[in-house]
Nanobody, 127 residues
Framework: QVQLVESGGGSVQAGGSLRLSCRVS????????LAWFRQAAGKEREGVAF????????YFTDSVKGRFTISRDNAKTTLYLQMTSLNADDTGMYYC????????????????????WGQGTQVTVSS
């Protein structure tokens, strides 16, 4: 059973940066697609960043391309989301998610349904 625990959210002014972390446990040696989703108040949840099963291939939704980076540590125990040039549209609850998969790129991972979720961490960007 995969467990995901996010941290690192907070309040930041527009133009600032934040790094979110997600502790991943219970994955063993299995391969997983990992991702960050977010949900703003009154809006549907959207996937913003995806990491392929090899840990290198990435995919981002258009609104965050060039500003967000997704990565994981070598021990595969922590997933990161580095966010820069933040704006008010980036405000929302951010969730770490995982799904078991074999040899998928970041783009392919973006098309999967995720079944493991963290509890979320709030990001608030003030202008």
């Amino acid at each position: 059973q995969v467990q995901l625990v996010e941290s690192g959210g907070g309040s930041v002014q527009a133009g600032g940066s934040l790094r979110l972390s997600c502790r991943v446990s219970g994955a063993g040696s299995s391969r997983y697609c990992l991702a960050w989703f977010r949900q703003a108040a009154g809006k549907e949840r959207e996937g913003v960043a995806f990491l392929g099963t090899g840990g290198r291939s990435t995919y981002f939704t258009d609104s965050v391309k060039g500003r967000f980076t997704i990565s994981r540590d070598n021990a595969k125990t922590t997933l990161y989301l580095q966010m820069t040039s933040l704006n008010a549209d980036d405000t929302g609850m951010y969730y770490c998610a995982a799904v078991s998969a074999t040899y998928r790129t970041g783009s392919q991972c973006s098309r999967l349904s995720y079944n493991y979720w963290g509890q979320g961490t709030q990001v608030t960007v003030s202008s």
